[in-house]
């Protein structure tokens, strides 16, 4: 688009008082924001407020010339930053299905991934080693099948679906990582991701709605859940406490029609009964790559890294592998455990160190043990 476009599209977006859903009806209306901002008062007031209708019509103040202005330096900064608008071409089409599609979107990356189709991974900040585990492994195998993977940019689950796709894009893979962030493009939050942004912005897209230097918000978390669920065919929850916002994508995700995906846990650990309740509400129980192409009617291309599993080299003596027998798949506390083993407390803590450091078991709170393959 030429600078007076750009320029529009922005002042669009940055005029207090304009949301999506206002842009659509005066988009709709007038046709491009340029027209928009030279329509008269009149004919404005038949689509907006009196007070808005007076602050389309008069010049954009200053502090609404301030942001456009560092909009448009940060877009010149680099030929990976771009606009996408309702009225660009390359705007995601599944994004364009929803009823609330944002007016633009902020890009950062390779804008050309959005060609492809896509699976959110979302998942809890508090996983377990496991889920953190699961996650990636699933994102770099469907990465490889061809689905690029939309995530949040949160610790946890997010991150791991982000770069299991990277190790999939690195790779060769054609598919890569879709980051939807709750900030403006040049905020990264939490602080502690800005290694696997910049890993993102090199192999994959970063996509934001917010204006540049928006902060983290609360209630902007959840708007970014929409486009997450927009983006994609289907939502695939790992792992989700009752309380997480997880489950808000997936319900998001189910509102517009797509596919609910979730991976059942130990009815023991509370990360899993999140997943335990869409399963029951209906969503699909996933035990593999392969389940989730299945269901997303997508033909297999390389599935064997998640459908493996975690599979081990490592040597091990009748000990440990007694061990790992007598915990099974459940989270056990140390005492029941060496009642099981019929051994005592302190030799069967040296054993479990050296399962913990191998990664075969996970230390959990309240000196509880989980088997992790």
Request: glycine content about 10%.
């Given at each position: 688009m030429d600078a007076a476009e750009r320029n529009a599209w922005l002042r669009l977006l940055l005029t207090p008082g304009i949301g999506p859903r206002t842009a659509r009806e005066l988009l709709a209306a007038f046709g491009l924001p340029q027209e928009i901002f030279s329509?008269?008062?009149?004919?404005?007031?038949?689509?907006?407020?009196?007070?808005?209708?007076?602050?389309?019509?008069?010049?954009?103040?200053?502090?609404?010339?301030?942001?456009?202005?560092?909009?448009?330096?940060?877009?010149?900064?680099?030929?990976?930053?771009?606009?996408?608008?309702l009225a660009d071409p390359d705007y995601p089409r599944a994004l364009l299905e929803t009823a609330d599609p944002p007016t633009l979107l902020f890009?950062?990356?390779?804008?050309?991934?959005?060609?492809?189709?896509?699976?959110?991974?979302?998942?809890?900040?508090?996983?377990?080693?496991?889920?953190?585990?699961?996650?990636?492994?699933?994102?770099?195998?469907?990465?490889?099948?061809?689905?690029?993977?939309?995530?949040?940019?949160?610790?946890?689950?997010?991150?791991?679906?982000?770069?299991g796709?990277?190790?999939?894009?690195?790779?060769?893979?054609?598919?890569?990582?879709i980051a939807v962030i709750?900030?403006?493009?040049?905020?990264?939050?939490?602080?502690?991701?800005?290694?696997?942004?910049?890993a993102i912005r090199a192999r994959g897209l970063m996509l934001s709605e917010f204006a540049l230097g928006t902060p983290a918000l609360a209630h902007n978390f959840p708007r970014r859940n929409r486009v997450i669920a927009g983006l994609a065919r289907g939502v695939l929850v790992v792992e989700a406490a009752m309380r997480s916002g997880s489950l808000i994508t997936a319900r998001l995700a189910a509102e517009i029609g797509r596919e609910v995906l979730a991976?059942?846990?130990?009815?023991?650990?509370?990360?899993?009964?999140?997943?335990?309740?869409?399963?029951?509400?209906?969503a699909k129980l996933v035990e593999s790559a392969q389940?989730?192409?299945?269901?997303?009617?997508?033909?297999?291309?390389?599935?064997?890294a998640a459908d493996r599993g975690s599979e081990g080299s490592e040597q091990m003596n009748a000990e440990h592998r007694a061990v790992l027998?007598?915990?099974?798949?459940?989270?056990?506390?140390?005492?029941?455990?060496?009642?099981?083993?019929?051994?005592?407390?302190?030799?069967?803590?040296?054993?479990?160190?050296?399962?913990?450091?191998?990664?075969?078991?996970?230390?959990?709170?309240?000196?509880?043990y989980q088997r992790l393959r």
């Open positions: 329509a008269s008062r009149a004919a404005l007031s038949r689509h907006a407020a009196s007070e808005l209708a007076d602050r389309l019509c008069a010049p954009p103040g200053a502090a609404v010339e301030t942001a456009i202005g560092d909009a448009e330096r940060w877009l010149d900064a680099g030929e990976d930053r771009s606009l996408l608008t890009a950062w990356g390779r804008r050309e991934v959005l060609g492809l189709p896509a699976l959110a991974i979302v998942g809890s900040r508090s996983c377990t080693h496991q889920g953190r585990e699961t996650a990636q492994a699933f994102a770099r195998s469907l990465a490889q099948a061809g689905l690029n993977i939309v995530s949040g940019l949160a610790v946890g689950i997010d991150a791991a679906a982000h770069r796709a990277l190790e999939a894009a690195a790779e060769g893979a054609v598919a890569s990582t709750g900030t403006g493009i040049d905020v990264v939050y939490p602080t502690s991701q800005r290694g696997l942004g910049e991976i059942p846990g130990s009815i023991h650990s509370p990360t899993a009964r999140g997943c335990h309740r869409l399963i029951k509400d209906g389940d989730v192409l299945d269901e997303l009617h997508l033909p297999a291309r390389a599935v064997a027998a007598a915990l099974g798949h459940d989270p056990v506390d140390l005492d029941t455990l060496a009642r099981r083993c019929a051994r005592d407390a302190g030799a069967l803590s040296a054993a479990l160190l050296e399962l913990e450091l191998a990664q075969y078991v996970e230390r959990l709170p309240g000196n509880r």
